[in-house]
């Protein structure tokens, strides 16, 4: 049984999410998802989510490929998070390539390519400004 674990925010829950743990989960068995608190987003973002925590967890665990999904408070809990999951692979977007290195130690860190054309942020400034221009980004 081999687990993967991801990390995100997955607010405006959009074809780029869907796509990394589409194969996210292809890389293993189980797949678990830490969905980032709205008081992390904030730290992170100096923003607040759209969708509350509860509604994103609702969306992300029922996901097919999702097999489990936790709350992550904090960054510097991902080792204790990895190891209490008994991670095999961690994957992020290839947004953080290199800055997760360090996990190596316990498990495999993959990074995965990003959807173009797509991300909870233009989706944000797309409504704002009324852009219907038809999307680049498609399901992988
Ligand atoms: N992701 C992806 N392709 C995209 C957007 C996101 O593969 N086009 C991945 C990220 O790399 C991450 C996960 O989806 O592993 C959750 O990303 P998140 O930051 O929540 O989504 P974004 O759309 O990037 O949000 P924002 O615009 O607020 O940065």
């Known amino acids: 049984m081999k687990t993967v674990v991801t990390f995100g925010t997955y607010d405006l829950f959009h074809v780029g999410h869907l796509n990394i743990l589409r194969r996210a989960k292809d890389l293993g ?19 607040r989510p759209t969708y509350p925590i509860d509604h994103r967890i609702a969306i992300v665990e029922s996901i097919r490929f999702v097999d489990e999904v936790f709350v992550e408070e904090a960054l510097e809990l991902k080792r204790q998070y990895l190891l ?11 947004d953080w390539e290199g800055r997760f290195d360090e996990f190596n130690d316990i498990c495999k860190v993959v990074y ?12 944000k400034v797309r409504i704002r400004t009324n852009d219907h221009r038809a999307l680049a980004a498609v399901v992988a």
Do not use: C, W
């Not at 068995?29 to 987003?41: A, M, Q, T, W, Y």
């Not at 209490?84 to 290839?94: F, S």
């Open 112 to 123: 995965l390519p990003r959807t173009i054309g797509i991300s909870s942020t233009d989706v």
């Open 84 to 94: 209490y999951h008994h991670a095999d692979i961690l994957v992020m977007g290839d």
């Open 29 to 47: 068995d189980r797949l678990v998802v830490g969905v980032s608190s709205d008081e992390l987003n904030f730290r992170k973002k100096q923003i």
